[in-house]
T-cell receptor
Framework: GAVVSQHPSWVICKSGTSVKIECRSL??????MFWYRQFPKQSLMLMAT?????????EQGVEKDKFLINHASLTLSTLTVTSAHPEDSSFYIC????????????????FGPGTRLTVT | GEDVEQSLFLSVREGDSSVINCTYT??????LYWYKQEPGAGLQLLTYIFSNMDMKQDQRLTVLLNKKDKHLSLRIADTQTGDSAIYFC???????????FGAGTRLAVHP
């Protein structure tokens, strides 16, 4: 089946530093990748949609200069949290849409296992 | 607006049926989804239903959709301990690639 990996699985960084999170589709090509943020006991909040070779589309309220997204290839998207602050601590999840979709009129987003970011 | 709501917690006895409910607001949603998240793992698509359907059954899973009330439910028959997880309802607003998720329902299965 389709597998999406994220690296690192968890990271602790100091306030003011930047952190890069990678999202890779391992056995399929993903023209579109999505970045979500999940707070404890809350839903996944879509942050941005990333299309290969073009600029990401950010959801309302998400600072594009703070959360830099790069989708340089069909198998890799990166999210960089710049000048991280404690309030950026969260669980970040990516998903990828198979380039070969849709199936039966819909398509499946394959999710990565998530990255837990803690900013001290 | 886009909003998906579901109850946060459900506890059932092993072997009983579980019913997880969800309400959504976007009437343009073409597809509605149920995802399962186990501890430390990513979300796994369980099933989906197209908006012109009322019901879909897939082995132990039954999805019911009341489009008029914008209500979606997931029934798990013969619930097992391995079904313990968080279940997310999600809608896909018409014309968009993105998914809007509910907060997730934590299902606990006890003997």
């Amino acid at each position: 089946g389709a597998v999406v990996s994220q690296h690192p699985s968890w990271v602790i960084c100091k306030s003011g530093t930047s952190v890069k999170i990678e999202c890779r589709s391992l056995d399929f090509q993903a023209t579109t990748m999505f970045w979500y943020r999940q707070f404890p006991k809350q839903s996944l909040m879509l942050m941005a949609t990333s299309n290969e070779g073009s600029k990401a589309t950010y959801e309302q309220g998400v600072e594009k200069d703070k959360f830099l997204i790069n989708h340089a290839s069909l198998t890799l998207s990166t999210l960089t949290v710049t000048s991280a602050h404690p309030e950026d601590s969260s669980f970040y999840i990516c998903s990828a849409r198979d380039r070969g979709s849709p199936v039966q009129g819909t398509y499946e987003q394959y999710f990565g296992p998530g990255t837990r970011l803690t900013v001290t | 607006g886009e909003d998906v709501e579901q109850s946060l917690f459900l506890s059932v006895r092993e072997g009983d049926s579980s019913v997880i409910n969800c309400t959504y607001t976007d009437s343009s949603s073409t597809y509605l989804y149920w995802y399962k998240q186990e501890p430390g793992a990513g979300l796994q698509l369980l099933t989906y239903i197209f908006s012109n359907m009322d019901m879909k059954q897939d082995q132990r899973l039954t999805v019911l959709l009341n489009k008029k009330d914008k209500h979606l439910s997931l029934r798990i028959a013969d619930t097992q301990t391995g079904d313990s997880a968080i279940y997310f309802c999600a809608e896909r607003p018409g014309g968009y690639n993105k998914l809007i998720f509910g907060a997730g329902t934590r299902l606990a299965v006890h003997p």
